[in-house]
């Protein structure tokens, strides 16, 4: 399927060049022709099939690779609202336009990466899609839009828009909600409020990456937490982090207190001078990506069940905000600028 996906585009941009192609008109499959980015308004044909539809097909180019689970995920929700937006079809196709959670093996019986986790948000099939009349392709450009940024984390009407979106039209598929609900249940105490603390390291204390968030210390993330739950009387912490070492902090403050769920972490990783984004690292497991992804979903899931939120500012958090759709009773996004 990607060969034919792949000959039809490239048969458009040597029409889009007049026949003068050029090797630097090809940046990706879904590339770049004399500087215009043509994909997502220009249908292709891949068969005789759903003549009476348009189908819009969500994707990122590999460049893209090093970004998040959350970080795609807003932009794959963007892409799908556009294409209802467009009255077109959206399908997502993480399966010949691989990101780095794809795994070589199938998960529940797919190779699309979207559908290890969720159900197709226009309920069509990627085979029934590339036999079908008119295919649209979302562009390279990653939209502004779907930035983390202060006009949407701040905007209690924009993240309830959303929230009401996904409810209505990303679905769980049932493993993945099992899993979650499962996780979930194993931790929760009756009639408890919990406050969920996500503390994000790693990658970005160690690297900086330029313009995201600056995440504030773990110490003063605990100092936080005691004060908010001393406050509105919050019995237990919920902690998201990537880190060992400031699991056993929160741990020593709380004690039985602190709730967490079965996942790994990444520490060893970043103790050598040689470190890479969190997202080039796996551990050795099988169906390591996958699983990261899962873990990390479900922990972000959780924390937006939590009666309230402290952390800093990410992907992770802000999708925290986004599943909650603004049923927290407060929250704290602790913006302390972002890295140069």
């Known amino acids: 399927m990607y060969c034919e996906v792949r000959r039809e585009l490239f048969s458009l941009v040597v029409k889009k060049c007049g026949g003068r192609l050029r090797v630097r008109n090809i940046c990706s499959l879904l590339g770049v022709c004399a500087k215009r980015r043509f994909y997502g308004d220009i249908p292709l044909s891949f068969g005789e099939l759903n003549s009476d539809k348009t189908f819009y097909v ?96 701040n905007d209690a009407s924009k993240i309830k828009i959303m929230y009401d979106f996904i409810n209505t039209y990303i679905k769980f598929n049932k493993p993945t909600l ?15 409020k919990i406050l969920a603390a996500y503390s994000r390291g790693t990658d970005y ?69 040689d470190s890479r984004y969190i997202i080039e690292y796996f551990h050795d497991r099988e169906h390591a990506r996958y699983r990261a992804a899962l873990e990390y979903l479900t922990k972000i899931v959780i924390a937006s069940k939590c009666g309230y939120l402290i952390g800093g500012i990410n992907g992770g958090s802000v999708a925290a905000l986004t599943f909650n759709g603004g049923r927290y009773d407060g929250t704290n996004l602790i913006d302390i600028g972002r890295y140069a």
């Open 58 to 153: 969500v994707t990122l180019r590999d460049s893209n690779s090093k970004c998040g689970f959350f970080s795609l995920f807003h932009v794959w929700i963007f892409y799908v609202m556009l294409a209802m937006k467009k009255n077109m079809i959206p399908v997502v196709d993480l399966e010949n336009f691989k990101t780095a959670y794809s795994e070589e093996d199938p998960i529940h019986g797919t190779r699309n990466a979207w559908e290890y986790f969720f159900e197709q948000p226009g309920g069509i099939a990627l085979d029934e899609v590339y036999k079908s009349r008119n295919v649209v392709f979302s562009t390279t450009k990653w939209p502004e839009e779907s930035s983390i940024n202060s006009e949407y984390y």
């Open 205 to 273: 204390n160690k690297l900086k990456p330029a313009n995201h968030h600056i995440q504030p210390d773990p110490s003063f993330l605990i100092e936080q937490a005691k004060k908010i739950m001393r406050e509105n009387n919050y019995e237990y912490v919920f902690l998201v982090t990537d880190e060992k070492k400031v699991h056993d902090m929160f741990s020593r403050e709380f004690g039985d207190k602190l709730l967490s769920v079965e996942c790994v972490y990444y520490d060893e990783f970043y103790e050598a001078d």
């Open 178 to 192: 099992d899993y979650i609900n499962n996780a979930w249940n194993a931790i929760r105490p009756d009639d408890k």
